[in-house]
């Protein structure tokens, strides 16, 4: 056991970072509420995310931080899939998850919907002319799917701006993850669909959480077959590596012509991250910006993950000067 | 995070519990090999769980216990379902287990085959005319099912030993289990069979581990319908309610007419218990064994649950002294 890599001091660090630097200018969000997030995630996944903490501690007081030990596995009974959600709190936990790392805690529904909230406006400011915005997402999203939590994250921040996007303009949207993590949950959400792409560089997932998804054979299905594209990176890929893998990403952007695009970024790509293993710098930082910069498309970036908190303000800042600059 | 309930010392206390008392005689297991536990388990669990110690070691030096952290479910991607299984160690743990309360410790591997031989060695002892036997199986295996390991169980010692009766002899069997805890791999090991009845009494899942499984309208499928009966006790049942929830069980056994009993015998509805809440006393105990002597069956007892360590020598002994005296 070991405190979450996930906490508030990274949004610190970003915040910082960025107020530091006048090129920036920083942005309150407002709220937008449950509608565009219902459009995405199962309303169970919202009803059980919202309660959960209150219903733990009725029945568990003083437990600080909630976490599943038993699975929902189709394999559990000969001929038993999953049919209605169960009724106890461990089997619910267990129900809407898929994994162990991602406690939850007295805060954590409020901040999902915070994280929300700022996926939303930066993607409205972006609807509304601006050619670019960031939203300091926290918790992140991209693990979390239409039925599922996990991965430190709760609601697919990324998924809800893109379908805010194409259900209220009708254009095609590209997500573009550049976390060290394949965003499972983005993928599965956007699988069966042709108005959004999904593409994501990555860590091999033989070696990578989330392990079980992200291999380059997952293209999407049905009418989604070929909207989804996964390029995973060997151990130690630095500038040259990840610059080289974003060319492949961006060529298949380009040729989906989105009219909008979403950054997933993750920071923990970084030579200095504490969960990883690559080498980016932060000049590789900047010309990644500047290598999506050049499809010139409106942009809404998103944080995801990174977990430096030393260099990771100043690895979002150069990022985003880099999509600034070209 | 605690140290494991099941542990060595449970073994030790109902070794010199029963070495103590010239009512019993101990016999030493002797050695079995592989084919009885394939002719249950998947292949695939029984290698994976042979190597997965070795593997994990070479890939994350010092680990002492290995747990799974993420878990292989269907709604990972849309339209994926289990397929192969997965490349990475981390993969293949989320693969062949649901929960994560069942670390793997360099010795479990032999110590779950050690299980096994001991449950087929009284089966062999009673299928040679002894009335009854008690296999000391550590770790216990009703958890256990077809291709999934967990709740302290890998291999699932009365599931063995209930195949190889009826592929050695073509009678019928019933496996009567009554842990504090649903045994949901020997469930869904014999679902869909009518040759092995599975009938078990616990504590009832909306409170109890696994949660998920052991609700009374889980009766069987297919063949095998009727054939699987759940009854569920309350909070804080004593002897009382204990003997009559086990009087309803008996009248399942007898409709059944099996020829040959195996009971898994959980002491964990103990009213010492750690982590369990019934009230069941060693007077208690002991009547539960003269009401299952009454079905006059030749009759195969294997070691599950039960984790108050002072008390469990004792009512195991009790539990066996009631079904050998009546």
Redo the contacts between chains.
């Keep these: 056991?070991h405190p979450a890599f996930e906490h508030v001091g990274r949004g610190e660090a970003i915040r910082a970072a960025l107020a530091a630097d006048p090129a920036f200018t920083l942005v309150e969000p407002d709220t937008w509420g449950i509608e565009p997030i219902a459009a995405v995630h199962d309303p169970g996944l919202i009803r059980f995310l919202g309660s959960v903490w209150s219903e733990y501690q009725q029945q568990h007081p003083g437990t600080r931080e909630v976490m599943p030990?038993?699975?929902?596995?189709?394999?559990?009974?000969?001929?038993?899939?999953?049919t209605v959600e169960?009724?106890?709190i461990?089997?619910r936990l267990?129900w809407w998850s898929?994994?162990?790392?991602t406690p939850i805690t007295e805060g954590t529904f409020d901040a999902a919907l915070g994280a929300v909230d700022t996926a939303l406006g930066a993607t409205r400011l972006v609807l509304d002319g601006e050619r670019a915005a960031y939203g300091l997402c926290r918790p992140p999203g991209h693990h979390a799917?239409?039925?599922?939590y996990?991965g430190y994250c709760f609601l697919n921040n990324a998924a809800v701006a893109a379908q805010h996007v194409v259900a209220t303009t009708g254009v095609r949207v590209t997500i573009l993850d550049v976390d060290y993590h394949h965003g499972?949950g983005t993928?599965?959400i956007f699988?069966?669909r042709d108005d959004v792409q999904y593409v994501s560089l990555h860590a091999d997932?033989?070696?990578a959480?989330?392990?079980?998804?992200g291999f380059a054979e997952?293209t999407g299905?049905?009418r989604g077959l070929g909207t989804t594209t996964n390029i995973t990176l060997p151990p130690a890929a630095d500038d040259t590596v990840l610059l080289a893998a974003l060319d492949r990403a961006v060529e298949q952007v380009a040729a989906f012509a989105p009219e909008l695009l979403i950054i997933s970024l993750g920071l923990d790509t970084s030579i200095d991250d504490p969960i990883a293993d690559l080498a980016v710098t932060a000049d590789g930082f900047e010309r990644c910006g500047a290598m999506i910069a050049e499809l010139s498309l409106p942009t809404v970036v998103l944080q995801e993950g990174g977990y430096a908190v030393a260099s990771l303000g100043e690895n979002v800042r150069r990022w985003l000067l880099g999509l600034d600059r070209s």
């Design positions: 056991m030990d038993v699975f929902l596995r189709p394999d559990l009974r000969t001929g038993m899939g999953p169960p009724a106890s461990e089997a267990g898929y994994e162990v790392t799917g239409t039925s599922l996990g499972n993928q599965q699988y069966e997932p033989v070696r959480y989330p392990f079980i998804t997952e299905t049905g």
